[in-house]
């Protein structure tokens, strides 16, 4: 199955800094990755995804980016707010065939806390 | 369109007691999920429905068994509760591949 490592398990950045969060993954037929944001006592939410025939893709002050060679992506946050502060996930699709089944591995979390 | 939908939001029981916990989703989406979430150990997959009429275990399966009801509803039982069963339940439901993830609420379950 699918193993996802998540670092830093926890990131503390002033206001106004870039965020970075790495996840690395272990099944290259593995071709959809999602981020998630989860805010104290809420679910988590779908902030952004990339599949695997892209390399980057931006949403406003959030980007993704796929390096599929090393299998790691990577989560970037621009002009960090304290309201971004929140745990993110990572995750990948585990199972024979990749996203055949829709399974996600999620990695550990990452608390990202953002000081005024 | 209320999304993924799951019942009861807290839920505190004795060891040995038994209990459901109920989830729909209004999506049409084929595929659902049970995760549970746990301090530092992030969300691990319990168990999936890649579609109606099927289920299948997951990651941490033992004392939970599924139903899947029919497309949109998904149901998840414990048996016999124990208090390492205290955890944050998630429900979740997705389009084929996965895409889309959508999470319910979450269910607080404390066994004492």
């Known amino acids: 199955g699918e193993n996802v490592e998540q670092h830093p398990s926890t990131l503390s950045v002033q206001e106004g800094d870039s965020a970075v969060i790495k996840c690395t993954y272990s099944?290259?037929?593995?071709?959809?990755f999602p981020w998630y944001k989860q805010e104290l006592g809420k679910r988590p939410q779908l902030i952004i995804d990339?599949?695997?025939?892209?390399g980057e893709k931006k949403d406003q002050r959030i980007a993704v980016t796929l390096n599929k060679t090393a299998k790691h992506f990577s989560l970037h946050i621009t002009e960090t707010q304290p309201e971004d502060s929140a745990v993110y996930f990572c995750a990948a699709p585990f199972g024979a065939g990749g996203t055949s089944y829709g399974k996600l591995t999620f990695g550990q979390g990452t608390i990202l806390t953002v000081h005024p | 369109n209320a999304g993924v939908t799951q019942t009861p939001k807290f839920q505190v029981l004795k060891t040995g007691q038994s209990m459901t916990l109920q989830c729909a989703q209004d999506m049409n989406h084929n595929s659902m999920y049970w995760y549970r979430q746990d301090p530092g150990m992030g969300l691990r997959l319990i168990y999936y429905?890649?579609?109606?009429?099927?289920?299948d275990k997951g990651e941490v399966p033992n004392g939970y068994n599924v139903s899947r009801l029919n497309k949109r509803e998904f149901s998840l039982r414990l048996e016999s509760a124990a208090p390492s069963q205290t955890s944050v339940y998630f429900c979740a439901s997705s389009g084929r591949g996965g895409y889309g993830y959508t999470f319910g609420s979450g269910t607080r379950l404390t066994v004492v």
């Open positions: 429905s890649a579609s109606e009429g099927t289920t």
């Open positions: 990339i599949r695997s025939n892209v």
């Open positions: 099944d290259s037929a593995s071709n959809y």
